[in-house]
């Protein structure tokens, strides 16, 4: 089949990982990209496409569109994948309809549009253009009824993955020595997470936080010591994931997330993942046997020194969760398969 993926493309474990997996299933893909056209080495034209990429609006957002309509017409695809399609205009989807009346156009976002967590202007032309799509896919189930409530034709979910090959466990060839007893990689929120991590620093554990974001977190004393918090990405985030006994994962608010990309992650390395209760996750993990959950900071505590003194548990956690996900088909390539057995099966 020929694919055509549209999205910003500047990380890896976004479009770049769609469009990888369809090439490592057999398809013909080619990608179109828009975050190169707000590049510029011009400091005064550098802030001017800032502007337009914020607010959305401007010659560069009318440009890459007509762009896309181009590259999509020379092309001619039997599917257009569309991921957070948060530049691309109603009207340039109706092109593409018109003029590829044989494609299927599916939308696809991974943030929550109905949450707190970004400005509404960010989903003007992804809103807007909801009954074009004809399937919008959503990463969380409580967006179907919203999407559909705003026009979708059809809402499907389409949970978030882990990527075979590189979301794995440590290799013989590749021993890395574990740094910590717990670590947090991810973004500040203020949603209550700094409060959980300040009761881990009270305690006597080797606690490690990267991510993006924590120079806008109130200065608490132990948050002073660990500044400045780096974002780790790629074999880096790996690597650093694999040096923790246990992995720390939350659930955003702001995204009203049951679940999130490491909740798969975390286990497909072999890491014992220590993370938020939903009642999602419960149906996904079994608590206590391929992952650990907690409602609470004391429930946290108490079982992050639980398992942190009792490896031969730990290691089994770990090692079910892995298990689990395989078994489950949580991988990037099961998913895709599902996307594709939707187009097939309009």
């Known amino acids: 089949m020929k694919i055509l993926v549209v999205g910003d493309g500047h990380s890896a474990i976004h479009e770049v990982a769609v469009v990888a997996a369809f090439r490592r299933l057999g398809h013909a893909v080619e990608a179109f990209y828009w975050h190169n056209y707000f590049q510029s080495r011009n400091s005064l034209n550098r802030t001017w496409l800032r502007a337009q990429n914020k607010f959305l609006i401007g010659p560069v957002i009318t440009r ?15 599917f257009i994948f569309v991921y957070r399609g948060t530049h691309i205009t109603r009207r340039t989807l109706i092109k593409l309809k018109t003029l590829l009346p044989d494609c299927q156009v599916f ?5 929550d549009p109905f949450g707190s967590g970004h400005p509404p202007w960010l989903w003007q032309h992804f809103l807007r253009s909801l009954s074009i799509y004809d399937i919008v896919l959503a990463y969380r189930k409580h967006n179907i009824a919203e999407y559909v409530r705003l026009g979708a034709k059809r809402s499907e979910l389409l949970m978030p993955w882990f990527r075979p090959g590189v979301d794995d466990p440590l290799e013989q060839d590749e021993p890395i020595k574990k740094q910590y007893d717990v670590v947090f990689v991810g973004h500040y929120e203020n949603d209550g997470r700094l409060e959980y991590m300040e009761r881990i620093s009270q305690v006597d554990l080797v606690f490690g936080l990267f991510g993006p974001g924590w120079n806008r ?4 004393d ?26 720390l ?17 975390i286990p497909a390395m072999g890491v014992c993942m220590l993370c938020q209760y939903s009642d999602d996750l419960d149906h996904i993990f079994t608590d206590g046997v391929d992952a650990v959950f907690f409602r609470n900071a004391d429930e946290m505590m108490s079982k992050l020194e639980y398992y942190i003194k009792n490896d031969q548990q730990r290691e089994q956690v770990a090692a079910n969760g892995r298990l689990r996900v395989l078994r489950d088909k949580h991988d990037i390539y099961s998913r895709l398969d599902f996307v594709l057995n939707l187009v097939a099966s309009p």
């Open 249 to 265: 994962c939350f659930l955003s608010k702001l995204n009203r997330d049951a679940y999130t990309r490491r909740c798969f992650e």
């Open 217 to 220: 977190a109130p200065k608490y």
């Open 64 to 78: 890459l569109n007509r762009d896309l309509v181009k590259r999509a017409t020379d092309f001619n695809p039997q």
């Open 107 to 111: 939308g696809y976002n991974n943030d």
């Open 222 to 247: 132990w948050l002073k010591s660990k500044q400045p918090v780096m974002a780790v990405r790629d074999q880096l985030y790996r690597k650093t994931l694999l040096s923790a006994k246990i992995a």
